[in-house]
């Protein structure tokens, strides 16, 4: 069974960083994608960014230049570095790890950014 666990929530003052991490078990391969999503109070889900098996990143627009997503296959872990902290990056993170048809998600963490 998958399961998927993030970790590193917090709150932070606007210009500060966090790490966020994800732990993903019951996987048996490393050829797999994972990213981060994230969910503002009263909004929907957005994504953020994607890192796949061969390690090519991807970044949404709102975080590019901030964010650093990477990961470590042989521990099934995925990161998300977050500098420049905006008060607009509070919300909810949520790791996801798209694994044979099925979209895994974990139970979120906690982001917030005072001004």
């Known amino acids: 069974q998958v399961q998927v666990v993030e970790s590193g929530g917090g709150l932070v003052q606007a210009g500060g960083s966090l790490r966020l991490s994800c732990a993903a078990s019951?996987?048996?391969?490393?050829?797999?994608?994972m990213g981060w999503y994230r969910q503002a109070p009263g909004k929907e889900r957005e994504w953020v960014a994607q890192?796949?098996?061969?390690?090519?990143?991807n970044y949404a627009d709102s975080v590019k230049g901030r964010f650093t997503i990477s990961r470590d296959s042989a521990k099934n872990m995925v990161y998300l570095q977050m500098n420049s902290l905006k008060p607009e990056d509070t919300a909810v993170y949520y790791c996801?790890?798209?694994?044979?048809?099925?979209?895994?998600w974990g139970q979120g963490t906690q982001v917030t950014v005072s001004s």
């Open positions: 996801n790890v798209p694994y044979r048809s099925t979209n895994y």
């Open positions: 019951g996987i048996t391969s490393s050829f797999y994608a």
């Open positions: 890192i796949n098996s061969g390690g090519s990143t």
